[in-house]
Nanobody, 123 residues
Framework: QVQLVESGGGLVQAGGSLRLSCAAS????????MGWFRQAPGKEREFVAA????????DYPDSVKGRFTISRDNAKNTVNLQMNSLKPEDTAVYYC????????????????WGQGTQVTVSS
């Protein structure tokens, strides 16, 4: 049984930082591309970051590029999202996801999802 468990969310002031972690089990972690998505109230879920299984490539949308950094530790089966210079518009539930195909931006590429962790950025 595949499980992805996010942690590290919370309340932070604008300009602050948070580090999200996702612990994976029940899959060959090093073979999966990993991604982070987020969903704000009343909005569709959107892509935040992705990292390939090999760690050789990462991808970010313009909205977080330069502020967020995705990383992974294949020995520990974890993927992290370091979020700096947070803005109120970053407030959302953040989800990690695992893709057996690639680490792209499309939700359909991801087979497994975590339950999400809330990030709230106050102004």
């Amino acid at each position: 049984q595949v499980q992805l468990v996010e942690s590290g969310g919370g309340l932070v002031q604008a300009g602050g930082s948070l580090r999200l972690s996702c612990a994976a089990s029940g899959l060959t972690f090093s073979s999966y591309g990993m991604g982070w998505f987020r969903q704000a109230p009343g909005k569709e879920r959107e892509f935040v970051a992705a990292i390939s299984w090999s760690l050789r490539s990462t991808d970010y949308p313009d909205s977080v590029k330069g502020r967020f950094t995705i990383s992974r530790d294949n020995a520990k089966n974890t993927v992290n999202l370091q979020m700096n210079s947070l803005k109120p518009e970053d407030t959302a539930v953040y989800y990690c996801a695992a893709s057996p195909y690639s680490s792209g931006r499309r939700e359909a590429a991801y087979a497994y999802w975590g339950q999400g962790t809330q990030v709230t950025v106050s102004s």
